[in-house]
């Protein structure tokens, strides 16, 4: 902490250089090694009440455990006072780019299960719903994009549901930003995979608006909107009104795209809308040998097609 103290401004100017040679994760030379970074000095010049104090400092710093956190073995060595360090950032920041940086640092940190433990102890949620309802575009596409790292994990889509995170994210499925949007439908596509969210969503009234992402020109909107609605598609409410906003057409457009996540999503929610109708007869229920070869025939066409998509964007590819 000497140098802290004698020098900030030569601090801050060591981590600007740092994070301008590493901001690009594909040219990082910090990324590039795979061994873990002591970054002590680091957490104990953040948790300092006098970098706390100078917001160009807190922003410097903030970016270079950004840069840190991209590595797994320094994401697999964050303590519990380094998670609360980073979400003290959260609150109160003395300029939108602070909470922005930490908020990015939350979704680095939260691909490790551990740290979304610490993380949901640590109060962050509250702190990052109210950043999504922020005027400044970063600020709320990086909170999403820590919510959706969150909600990777079981226990973290259980703490979500229970803080009523979706009903504050539904209503960003219209936001102007593609940005917004991708992290906002990626942390549905997630919650969706927890049973007693399928209703939340239903009832929020997103599934049209799922429906239409399927035809968003951004490949990672459409894919998490197909991997959402291949997840709903199991809940016989959800499924009726996926049906009814003609889901089938984009879905079936989708298997032929050129991103295998969204292929295969579509392919699953294709499956479970018109599999169950032709497993038995309508009237009766009653299922008979010709059904199950009408199911079998489905799978088959699905299937097939599929891996005609994948191998026609194989063969018939820009690449040189």
């Not at 902490?1 to 600007?16: F, I, W």
């Not at 380094?82 to 909470?99: E, H, Q, S």
């Not at 922020?134 to 959706?148: H, I, K, P, T, Y």
């Not at 097609?305 to 690449?319: C, K, N, P």
Request: glycine share 4%.
């Amino acid at each position: 902490k000497s140098a802290l103290a004698d020098n900030p401004a030569h601090v801050e100017d060591l981590a600007v250089a740092f994070y301008q040679r590493n901001q690009d994760p594909a040219t990082s030379p910090n990324l590039q090694v795979e061994e873990g970074d002591d970054y002590s000095f680091l957490m104990d010049c953040l948790d300092d009440s006098r970098v706390i104090q100078d917001p160009m400092l807190s922003l410097a710093l903030l970016r270079c455990l950004k840069v840190i956190s991209r590595k797994v073995a320094n994401r697999q060595t964050i303590e519990k006072e380094d998670v609360k360090t980073v979400v003290k950032y959260l609150r109160n920041p003395r300029m939108p780019g602070i909470a922005s940086e930490a908020a990015s640092v939350v979704l680095n940190i939260c691909y490790e299960k551990p740290n979304v433990i610490m993380t949901i102890d640590s109060g962050a949620v509250v702190d990052l719903m109210g950043m999504v309802q922020d005027s400044d575009e970063d600020v709320q596409a990086n909170a999403a994009g820590a919510l959706q790292s969150i909600s990777y994990q079981p226990n973290g889509r259980v703490h979500l549901r229970e803080m009523d995170v979706l009903p504050a994210l539904l209503p960003l499925l219209h936001h102007h930003s593609s940005r917004v949007r991708t992290r906002v439908v990626g942390v549905i596509h997630n919650m969706s995979s927890d049973i007693q969210s399928i209703a939340v969503i239903r009832e929020g009234r997103a599934i049209k608006d799922l429906v239409a992402m399927l035809n968003d020109p951004q490949v990672a909107i459409c894919g998490a909107a197909a991997g959402a609605i291949q997840n709903l598609s199991r809940e016989q409410q959800s499924k009726a009104e996926i049906m009814e906003a003609d889901a089938v057409p984009p879905l079936t457009e989708l298997m032929f795209g050129a991103d295998v996540p969204a292929q295969v999503c579509a392919a699953g929610a294709l499956l479970n809308l018109l599999g169950p109708h032709l497993e038995a007869d309508p009237v009766t229920g009653v299922q008979q040998p010709e059904h199950l070869a009408r199911r079998q025939a489905l799978t088959r066409i699905v299937m097939l097609s599929l891996v005609t998509g994948m191998a026609f964007h194989g063969l018939y590819t820009d690449d040189d």
